[in-house]
């Protein structure tokens, strides 16, 4: 089965500056890669996706990238602010058995003001 | 447009002893997820149904764990009996479609086995 690996697990960056949280994968069937984010007590919320026939894509202060190739794709937040603390989960869906997602371990991203 | 429900929000229970969570989807979402989250960790895919249909348990401790979806609609999961290993926070998330589809989640049910 799938499986998704998560670096790193907490992340502390000061006000402004940028913040990257890398996943990789391992099942080629996978084609759509969202993030979500999680802030304590709280659901996970969508904030960016990417499929697999698009490299990068971006909205506002985050983007995602994507390398098929070396399976493995990357979360980028620029500018951080405080209210971007919380913790970030990228997954990897299937585009067989039945579109199952599997998630990272999730990283606990931590902006200092 | 109403988000995904879920009742209770919290749950205490004694190990051994039965416990049901109970979640509606978003109106029109064909696929709907029940997934474990064990504090620190992940969302772990419990079950997937498409409509009233089961297309992944794989997951799911079938000894002690079930889940029905009757009327392709509102769903139901169930622990019997629950173990101390079960304290989590269970999220049922619902979509359009089960492939490349953005899941919603719901708020959740922090169960807590003692």
């Known amino acids: 089965g799938e499986n998704v690996e998560q670096h790193p697990s907490t992340l502390s960056v000061q006000e402004g500056d940028s913040a990257v949280i890398k996943c990789t994968y391992s099942d080629s069937a996978s084609n759509y890669f969202p993030w979500y984010k999680q802030e304590l007590g709280k659901r996970p919320q969508l904030i960016i996706d990417?499929?697999?026939?698009?490299g990068e894509k971006k909205d506002q202060r985050i983007a995602v990238t994507l390398n098929k190739t070396a399976k493995h794709f990357s979360l980028h937040i620029t500018e951080t602010q405080p209210e971007d603390s919380a913790v970030y989960f990228c997954?990897?869906?299937?585009?067989?058995?039945?579109?199952?997602?599997?998630f990272g371990d999730g990283t606990t991203l931590t902006v200092k003001p | 447009e109403a988000g995904v429900a879920q009742s209770p929000r919290y749950k205490i229970i004694e190990k051994r002893q039965s416990v049901a969570f109970w979640c509606n989807p978003i109106s029109g979402h064909a696929t709907l997820y029940w997934y474990q989250q064990i504090l620190g960790q992940g969302p772990k895919l419990l079950i997937q149904f498409q409509n009233n249909g089961v297309v992944d348990d794989s997951q799911l401790p079938k000894d002690r764990f079930s889940a029905e979806r009757l009327k392709g609609v509102d769903s139901t999961l169930k622990i019997q009996p629950a173990k101390l290993e079960d304290s989590a926070v269970y999220l049922c998330a619902s979509s359009l479609a089960s492939r490349g589809g953005e899941q919603y989640f719901g708020p959740g049910t922090r169960l807590t086995v003692t």
């Open positions: 997954a990897a869906k299937s585009n067989t058995n039945a579109g199952k997602s599997t």
């Open positions: 990417i499929r697999s026939n698009v």
